[in-house]
T-cell receptor, first 114, second 109 residues
Framework: DSGVTQTPKHLITATGQRVTLRCSPR?????VYWYQQSLDQGLQFLIQ???????AKGNILERFSAQQFPDLHSELNLSSLELGDSALYFC????FGTGLNEQFFGPGTRLTVL | TQLLEQSPQFLSIQEGENLTVYCNSS?????LQWYRQEPGEGPVLLVT?????EVKKLKRLTFQFGDARKDSSLHITAAQPGDTGLYLC?????????FGPGTRLSVLP
């Protein structure tokens, strides 16, 4: 158990819909990262927040957005869903916001878009 | 085009065999990490290498960072079924974290 929690574990929805994925970081970690993992693209970095502020942006689509709240939990919002958005979405947390410091990954949310 | 390439893509070996997997890039990384991911779980950090030429050992696992900091290898001695999983290398590229596609290792008893 990494100490990072993600909900829900599974999510099945239809094209065009909007979903919200939730992540609670390890106690004491200020930084949260979101990743998408699919069979053909591997693990892709989406976005990073540090202490409530956006720190780095990766391959995140405009239809996707995220935020980190004052209690440090984070949400990833996916809208106008397409079949290709079906993937595992991981949240990770770390103490620091810079450098290649150790990231602790949650168990993931498996999103299926039908 | 992947910034980090990993080879082989798949590897199936018998328990007790040795193996090496590779992580390569045309770019220089200030540091590089190796993770192992088991089915249905998130990746777990194994090691971080920082200095070119650095070698780190973790029990039966030996990690090496290339002198030019563009490549890395992971060598497993006397593999065990518990080593089965997806091995990912990752580097910090600018502000973004880049992962390789992974090597999927299967160790048969």
């Amino acid at each position: 158990d990494s100490g990072v929690t993600q909900t829900p574990k599974h999510l099945i929805t239809a094209t065009g819909q909007r979903v919200t994925l939730r992540c609670s970081p390890r106690s004491g970690d200020l930084s949260v990262y979101w990743y998408q993992q699919s069979l053909d693209q591997g693990l892709q970095f989406l976005i990073q927040y540090y202490n409530g502020e956006e720190r780095a942006k990766g391959n995140i689509l405009e239809r996707f957005s995220a935020q980190q709240f004052p209690d440090l939990h984070s949400e990833l919002n996916l809208s106008s869903l397409e079949l290709g958005d079906s993937a595992l979405y991981f949240c990770a947390s770390s103490v620091f916001g810079t450098g290649l410091n150790e990231q602790f990954f949650g168990p993931g949310t498996r999103l299926t878009v039908l | 085009t992947q910034l980090l390439e990993q080879s082989p893509q798949f590897l199936s070996i018998q328990e007790g065999e040795n193996l090496t997997v590779y992580c390569n890039s045309s770019s220089v990384f200030s540091s590089l990490q190796w993770y192992r991911q088991e089915p249905g779980e998130g990746p777990v950090l194994l090691v971080t290498v920082v200095t070119g030429g650095e070698v780190k050992k973790l029990k039966r696992l030996t990690f090496q960072f290339g002198d030019a900091r563009k490549d890395s290898s992971l060598h497993i001695t006397a593999a065990q079924p518990g080593d089965t999983g997806l091995y990912l290398c990752a580097g910090l590229y600018g502000q973004n974290f880049v992962f390789g596609p992974g090597t999927r290792l299967s160790v048969l008893p």
